[in-house]
């Protein structure tokens, strides 16, 4: 079979080799949105060649339509798009009530684009130029991460600790009550916790259960994550997750509550 040329890399990864990525045995769809129709074209033909089912927009205003449309499984999007800013097309998408994962493709590379593409709803941000076989293989991992439980089969749809509830079914999460509005990725990482509540988890931990990579080592990124979730659990009521220098996060109550 002929190479797919990996973008803006020099290097070639051939069908072969993707091929033998397993495939599902549904067909999933992929919707990739990026103004540049040669990066739309080959994403598109290796995802197809791996047997997803592709469309394609080049605009947040199409991407927004073909969400609608299409119902992707997964979206790839890039942030720098001539409309709408991905990130505004991400946010966009979430308040919808889709919960479809999305990556991030761009040359955006700073840890504060990072930062604010996970904040607003994204499950992943690869930066460019990329290969086309680690774009595959996370696409890959997320799908099959977003299809199964992580944890286990034992895991019960209602997480509970104290007066906060994590419901899994409904998507929804309360403290004392009230109704705690979270992205993907901070409802993620607080189900995270509430399952190991009582547990000190490193970043390293979070980074690999929550995201399913390392980032590069980067802990910025949960520093972040776990700051701004603080902000919307810890309001209602006594902190419960609580920093262990050096080492990690842990939910527990406050120590005069233990």
């Known amino acids: 079979m002929q190479s797919e040329t990996n973008w803006a890399a ?18 999933e769809r992929v919707l990739v949105v990026d103004d540049e129709p040669n990066i739309c074209a080959l994403l598109a033909a290796t995802l197809r060649l791996v047997e997803f089912d592709v469309r394609v927009a080049g605009t947040g205003t199409d991407a927004l339509a073909e969400v609608e449309d299409f119902d992707p499984d997964l979206i790839v999007l890039d942030v720098m798009l001539p409309d709408l800013d991905g990130f505004e097309v991400a946010q966009r998408i979430r308040a919808r009530g889709r919960h479809m994962p999305i990556i ?50 034992g895991i019960k749809p209602l997480l509970t600790f104290a007066d906060l509830e994590l419901d899994e079914a409904a998507h929804e999460v309360r403290r004392a009550g009230r109704q705690v509005d979270l992205s993907p990725t901070e409802f993620k990482l607080l189900r995270y916790l509430l399952i190991n509540a009582g547990r000190v988890v490193s970043k390293a931990q979070i980074l690999d259960r929550v995201w399913n990579y390392d980032f590069d080592g980067d802990g910025r990124i949960v520093e972040s994550y776990v700051y701004y979730l603080r902000r919307k659990i810890d309001r209602h009521g006594p902190a419960l997750i609580h920093t262990v220098r050096g080492v990690g996060y842990t939910l527990r109550l406050p120590r005069e509550e233990v």
Not at 10 to 27: E, I
Not at 136 to 148: D, E, G, Q, Y
């Open 10 to 27: 020099g290097t070639t990864v051939s069908a072969p080799a993707v091929d033998q990525m397993a495939t599902s045995a549904r067909v």
């Open 104 to 153: 991030f493709l761009t040359a955006r590379d700073a840890v504060e684009d990072r930062i604010s593409g996970l904040t607003v709803g994204g499950d992943d941000y690869v930066t460019k130029p990329f290969s086309l076989e680690e774009v595959v293989l996370r696409i890959r991992a997320i799908l099959r991460r977003s299809r199964t439980d992580p944890e286990g089969p």
